[in-house]
């Protein structure tokens, strides 16, 4: 097999043709600033209007509660540093989880350094948050509840909707980052008492550099960045018109497929995991077996150095994971695998696996048996794997 096997969906995605063709004319034909006068712009105005109906259709969100950014980043800083902000003669004390994306916890610490408490919830050995935890943390001067949709190193769904009506119950806004849910499980914001949702294009077969951020109407947060009045004065900059058409038609490619996809993702998820659990010994599943996001396969291979693991795997042309790609590079393990009670020494044998909607069987296969010749390679390496093999007989 010479071909490569990108499995490292949950880091970026290869931009669907469609996508791309329907980006294209907003390039070299349609160049029009949406925001003048002239018919000719108009055409760039429409495509932006169509794009935003698309993108809050397939949310059950309106039109005017959609606002188009340049990525989950951004829509995560605006929505915590806006909301701190807005909120601040009400309190500052605002609720998250151990396991978010760094552009969630990076964002708290920086609240936290300009005055604001932050209270990081635990969460269980599958990477849930505990409700009941969750009820204890609120206090009166509580305005944010930043929860992610889904983990993106471990696939664990969280309780969407009954942290929206607790969060509701007690008056207190509810934020999500649904960066790797967004397209690939069904959300409607209505029914899951949503406040506040972040989205990003290039998780989903779209372009890089794009995203939304869905604000409830009467939410009264400001503008993250200054200048003209784009985005109903909330986020200015010149329109990224092709971008924006490429995200809502990634949504609507996303959307049509979504029940399909779900369904061959998952069979191949399970199909894998099971493969692993049985063939290689002391392996272990990370993340929640059933609220696990269709796509997402992480394990733990004890005696094994994540990144030894990736190289050699990249050897065969296989595209993984160890943690989240922004931390690779870097020594730490992973906060989430750290948060779910895993011991430092077996965090750092993490492998993370990202299908995507076309991922074949065979692909499976040739990795499946591939993870297993190496972590058999790697730990006849090791003494202590032998040490280890002797005690547990
Ligand atoms: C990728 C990701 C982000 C960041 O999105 P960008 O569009 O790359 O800025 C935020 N949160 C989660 C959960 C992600 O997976």
């Given at each position: 097999?010479?071909?490569?096997?990108?499995?490292?969906?949950?880091?970026?995605?290869k931009?669907?043709?469609?996508?791309?063709?329907?980006?294209?004319?907003?390039?070299?034909?349609?160049?029009?600033?949406?925001?003048?006068?002239?018919?000719?712009?108009?055409?760039?105005?429409?495509?932006l209007?169509?794009?935003?109906?698309?993108?809050?259709?397939?949310?059950?969100?309106?039109?005017?509660?959609?606002?188009?950014?340049?990525?989950?980043?951004?829509?995560?800083?605006?929505?915590?540093?806006?909301?701190?902000?807005?909120?601040?003669?009400?309190?500052?004390?605002?609720i998250?989880?151990?396991i978010e994306h760094?552009?969630?916890?990076?964002?708290c610490?920086?609240?936290?350094?300009?005055g604001?408490?932050?209270?990081?919830?635990?969460v269980?050995?599958?990477?849930?948050?505990?409700?009941?935890?969750?009820?204890?943390?609120?206090?009166?001067?509580?305005?944010?509840?930043?929860?992610?949709?889904?983990?993106?190193?471990?696939?664990?769904?969280?309780?969407?909707?009954?942290?929206?009506?607790?969060?509701?119950?007690?008056?207190?806004?509810?934020?999500?980052?649904?960066?790797?849910?967004y397209?690939?499980?069904?959300?409607?914001?209505?029914?899951?008492?949503?406040?506040?949702?972040s989205?990003?294009?290039?998780?989903?077969?779209?372009?890089?550099?794009?995203?939304?951020?869905?604000?409830?109407?009467g939410?009264?947060?400001?503008?993250?960045?200054?200048?003209?009045?784009q985005?109903?004065?909330?986020?200015?900059?010149t329109?990224n018109?092709?971008?924006?058409?490429?995200?809502a038609?990634?949504?609507e490619?996303?959307?049509a497929?979504?029940?399909?996809r779900?369904?061959?993702?998952?069979?191949?998820?399970?199909?894998?995991?099971?493969?692993?659990l049985?063939?290689?010994?002391?392996?272990?599943l990370?993340g929640?077996?059933?609220?696990?996001?269709?796509?997402?396969v992480?394990?733990?291979?004890?005696?094994?150095?994540?990144?030894s693991?990736?190289?050699?795997?990249?050897?065969?042309?296989?595209?993984?994971?160890?943690?989240?790609?922004?931390?690779?590079?870097?020594?730490?393990?992973?906060?989430?695998?750290?948060?779910?009670?895993?011991?430092?020494?077996?965090?750092?044998?993490?492998?993370?696996?990202?299908?995507?909607?076309?991922?074949?069987?065979?692909e499976?296969?040739?990795?499946?048996?591939?993870?297993?010749?190496?972590v058999?390679?790697?730990?006849?390496?090791?003494?202590?794997?032998?040490?280890?093999?002797?005690?547990?007989?």
């Amino acid at each position: 097999m010479n071909n490569m096997i990108y499995l490292d969906n949950a880091a970026t995605t290869k931009i669907d043709h469609e996508v791309y063709e329907a980006m294209k004319p907003y390039f070299e034909e349609q160049y029009g600033n949406p925001s003048s006068i002239y018919s000719f712009a108009g055409k760039s105005k429409k495509a932006l209007d169509e794009a935003r109906e698309t993108v809050a259709s397939f949310l059950g969100a309106k039109p005017a509660e959609i606002y188009f950014t340049g990525g989950g980043s951004e829509s995560d800083n605006w929505a915590l540093k806006a909301t701190a902000e807005a909120y601040r003669d009400k309190g500052n004390h605002i609720i998250t989880s151990k396991i978010e994306h760094h552009a969630v916890l990076h964002t708290c610490e920086y609240l936290e350094r300009h005055g604001f408490e932050v209270t990081y919830l635990n969460v269980d050995e599958y990477g849930m948050i505990k409700l009941d935890e969750l009820e204890k943390a609120i206090r009166p001067d509580t305005i944010l509840i930043s929860i992610m949709f889904a983990n993106n190193e471990i696939g664990t769904i969280e309780p969407v909707k009954e942290i929206g009506s607790i969060a509701r119950e007690h008056g207190v806004l509810f934020h999500t980052d649904a960066v790797q849910a967004y397209g690939h499980i069904p959300i409607n914001v209505e029914e899951l008492c949503i406040d506040m949702l972040s989205a990003s294009g290039h998780k989903i077969n779209g372009p890089k550099g794009t995203g939304i951020l869905y604000v409830r109407d009467g939410i009264k947060i400001g503008a993250f960045i200054h200048g003209g009045a784009q985005e109903r004065g909330r986020r200015a900059g010149t329109y990224n018109t092709p971008g924006i058409v490429g995200f809502a038609k990634a949504t609507e490619l996303a959307a049509a497929n979504m029940g399909q996809r779900m369904e061959k993702e998952t069979v191949l998820r399970n199909y894998l995991i099971s493969r692993v659990l049985k063939e290689v010994p002391y392996a272990r599943l990370n993340g929640h077996t059933e609220k696990r996001l269709p796509n997402n396969v992480n394990f733990c291979f004890r005696f094994i150095e994540g990144e030894s693991l990736l190289i050699l795997l990249d050897q065969k042309g296989i595209c993984a994971s160890s943690g989240s790609a922004c931390t690779s590079g870097s020594l730490d393990p992973s906060h989430v695998l750290l948060a779910i009670g895993l011991p430092h020494e077996i965090a750092h044998g993490s492998l993370r696996l990202t299908l995507s909607g076309e991922t074949a069987k065979e692909e499976i296969d040739f990795v499946a048996d591939s993870i297993k010749e190496i972590v058999g390679r790697l730990r006849s390496m090791s003494p202590l794997y032998e040490d280890f093999v002797k005690k547990d007989k």
